[in-house]
């Protein structure tokens, strides 16, 4: 038996609203909030692509003012900094920082706490979709993956919200 068919493997396809979600989720639970209000964009490409993400603690209608662009042009990389006294934060993400946050959430979502992974993002800016393949972490055939053909076969745009009902339905996994 191949190492494609003995491990099983799950594929998803997040778009930019899709990862601004699950980020912003994240974070507003790490901050303790249980209900919150959030900002985000996302600038650059490549290795200088980045998530400037505002979460504020219950409807915070501030921060919708918040410059995101001026925070995003600081020379400060991977921070997070208050605001203010109020309950609010802004995080300046890389893309692996990103990276973490979505693995941490799918990981939990497909019950696996050990795991190998590999992501690709398509386009830039605010105008994006990645694609994230994880796995049993004994799955050492990820990394072969070809990324590219994978991406034209998974259908699914996907939010966290939806992962578990989304994992009932064979068809939105994809096995490479």
């Not at 303790?32 to 900002?39: G, I, L, P, V, W």
């Not at 992974?117 to 105008?127: C, H, L, P, Q, R």
């Amino acid at each position: 038996m191949s190492n494609i068919t003995k491990y099983k493997r799950y594929c998803f396809k997040y778009n930019s609203d899709d990862v601004s979600e699950t980020v912003s989720e994240y974070l507003a639970e790490s901050l303790k909030f249980e209900r919150f209000s959030t900002k985000t964009n996302s600038f650059g490409s490549g290795e200088n692509w980045r998530m400037i993400v505002a979460v504020g603690e219950d409807y915070d209608s501030e921060i919708f003012k918040l410059d995101l662009e001026s925070i995003n042009a600081a020379d400060e990389k991977n921070t997070v900094k208050s605001l203010n006294e109020k309950h609010r934060a802004y995080f300046k993400l890389s893309f692996d920082d990103v990276s973490e946050i979505l693995l941490k959430c799918l990981s939990k979502t497909v019950g696996l706490s050990d795991y190998s992974y590999k992501i690709k993002m398509y386009g830039e800016g605010y105008n994006y979709r990645m694609l994230i393949v994880i796995g049993e972490k004994c799955d050492f055939g990820i990394n072969t993956i070809n990324m590219d053909e994978t991406f034209e076969k998974v259908k699914y745009n996907g939010t966290h919200k939806d992962m578990e009902r989304f994992l009932e339905y064979e068809g939105n996994i994809t096995t490479p």
